[in-house]
């Protein structure tokens, strides 16, 4: 069964409504709701009929286009999911998706051989690999770094579109720190990802700096189209983030010349993947190889070269050194103490 673009608008609409959990949904808020999707996404402003938001639900609740989707009306009034966790993005793709997808897949293919599409390398992959899982049952010849887990992921595609649309935002944010989630009003400029989990760089309402919101601390969000949106102006995001590991970076940060020497077991695994792109070569030495890299002092950087343990020794900035070993030696501790409670000497002496 084709389907068409608006119509693919409307369900997609519909179902964003009847996810969210905090509000109750009746056939006229949804004609108002799709009427105003159209209106953002497409300049129509005739609206959307009674029928025709009644006919999407009753084929959204068939098996018509694979959705199967549990609507039900709750108190004779209320559109909900019967299951709170459904969503039609989450229903497999049917074969005739598939085979256009496939289309699509080989024509990025062709795309892939010029230089300025190298980037899409990895995304391709991933794309061919799940759609050959989807049609075959022979097991999977790529295994992608990833967490099926980690929350959030859907709200990419919403905050992506915020973004373009340069939309103020009223997000639920939860950060690990707080007991309770807060809302405030923010300003959204970009999304940014850092070892599969995603970022939104904003700035609030109240307040100048710019923050860093995990997708998955964030609860719900909504646009505010009557807010007027304020722009980060002076600021090139590709310049402003290629200075660092990872995402924590102040408005007055600056790169700093990191000196790291690693044992010639674990160089060639820097060389080959470097840690930044700013990584140059200073020194080869009998046992040891040394490194420099430009970039910002956060807590990223520290935490990459905790990661290589004792096959790493940061030669400066002093700062940095010190950071490092003091947080080294908190571990160390940690075993210490471990030691200590395992003493059978020590614990005979406590049992007297």
């Given at each position: 069964?084709?389907?068409?673009?608006?119509?693919?608008?409307?369900?997609?609409?519909?179902?964003?409504?009847?996810?969210?959990?905090?509000?109750?949904?009746?056939?006229?808020?949804?004609?108002?709701?799709?009427?105003?999707?159209?209106y953002?996404?497409?300049?129509?402003?005739?609206?959307?009929?009674?029928?025709?938001?009644q006919a999407?639900?009753?084929?959204?609740?068939?098996?018509?286009?694979?959705?199967?989707?549990?609507?039900?009306?709750?108190?004779?009034?209320?559109?909900?999911?019967?299951?709170?966790?459904?969503?039609?993005?989450?229903?497999?793709?049917?074969?005739?998706?598939?085979?256009?997808?496939?289309?699509i897949?080989?024509?990025?293919?062709?795309f892939?051989?010029?230089?300025?599409?190298?980037?899409?390398?990895?995304?391709?992959?991933?794309?061919?690999?799940?759609?050959?899982?989807?049609?075959?049952k022979?097991?999977?010849?790529?295994?992608?770094?990833?967490?099926?887990?980690?929350?959030?992921?859907?709200?990419?595609?919403?905050?992506?579109?915020?973004?373009?649309?340069?939309?103020?935002?009223?997000?639920e944010?939860?950060?690990?720190?707080?007991?309770?989630?807060?809302?405030?009003?923010?300003?959204?400029?970009?999304?940014?990802?850092?070892?599969?989990?995603?970022?939104?760089?904003?700035?609030?309402?109240?307040?100048?700096?710019?923050?860093n919101?995990?997708?998955?601390?964030?609860?719900?969000?909504?646009?505010?189209?009557?807010?007027?949106?304020?722009?980060?102006?002076?600021i090139?995001?590709?310049?402003?983030?290629?200075?660092l590991?990872?995402?924590?970076?102040?408005?007055?940060?600056?790169?700093?010349?990191?000196?790291?020497e690693?044992?010639?077991?674990?160089?060639?695994?820097?060389?080959?993947?470097?840690?930044?792109?700013s990584?140059?070569?200073?020194?080869?030495?009998?046992?040891?190889?040394?490194?420099?890299?430009?970039?910002?002092?956060?807590?990223e950087?520290?935490?990459?070269?905790?990661?290589?343990?004792?096959?790493?020794?940061?030669?400066?900035?002093?700062?940095?050194?010190?950071k490092?070993?003091?947080?080294?030696?908190?571990?160390?501790?940690?075993?210490?103490?471990?030691?200590?409670?395992?003493?059978?000497?020590?614990?005979?002496?406590?049992?007297?």
């Amino acid at each position: 069964m084709a389907v068409n673009k608006l119509a693919l608008i409307r369900y997609k609409t519909i179902d964003d409504c009847l996810k969210h959990k905090y509000k109750k949904w009746t056939l006229e808020d949804l004609i108002e709701k799709v009427s105003e999707t159209l209106y953002e996404l497409e300049g129509i402003t005739s609206g959307v009929s009674k029928r025709t938001i009644q006919a999407d639900i009753q084929l959204m609740r068939s098996d018509k286009l694979g959705y199967n989707a549990p609507i039900v009306v709750k108190d004779k009034r209320y559109y909900i999911y019967e299951d709170p966790n459904f969503s039609i993005t989450k229903v497999p793709i049917n074969n005739s998706d598939v085979d256009k997808m496939k289309e699509i897949v080989g024509v990025l293919k062709q795309f892939n051989a010029f230089n300025y599409f190298d980037e899409m390398s990895d995304m391709i992959a991933r794309l061919e690999n799940n759609l050959y899982k989807s049609t075959h049952k022979d097991g999977n010849y790529i295994q992608l770094e990833g967490n099926n887990q980690l929350k959030g992921r859907s709200h990419i595609s919403k905050l992506y579109q915020a973004i373009l649309r340069k939309s103020a935002l009223l997000i639920e944010y939860k950060s690990f720190k707080a007991q309770q989630s807060q809302h405030l009003i923010y300003y959204p400029y970009l999304l940014k990802e850092y070892r599969n989990r995603w970022f939104l760089i904003v700035k609030a309402k109240k307040g100048g700096m710019l923050l860093n919101l995990a997708l998955d601390r964030i609860i719900e969000f909504q646009e505010l189209p009557n807010e007027q949106f304020v722009a980060h102006d002076g600021i090139d995001f590709e310049r402003y983030y290629s200075d660092l590991i990872g995402v924590t970076k102040g408005i007055n940060d600056r790169p700093h010349k990191v000196i790291l020497e690693f044992d010639n077991n674990t160089a060639p695994y820097i060389t080959t993947k470097p840690l930044h792109h700013s990584q140059q070569l200073i020194a080869q030495k009998e046992k040891t190889t040394v490194f420099r890299i430009d970039v910002v002092l956060n807590f990223e950087l520290e935490r990459e070269i905790l990661g290589f343990g004792e096959c790493v020794k940061v030669l400066g900035p002093r700062i940095l050194a010190q950071k490092i070993k003091k947080r080294l030696l908190q571990a160390a501790n940690k075993y210490q103490v471990d030691e200590e409670n395992l003493d059978p000497g020590k614990q005979s002496q406590l049992a007297l």
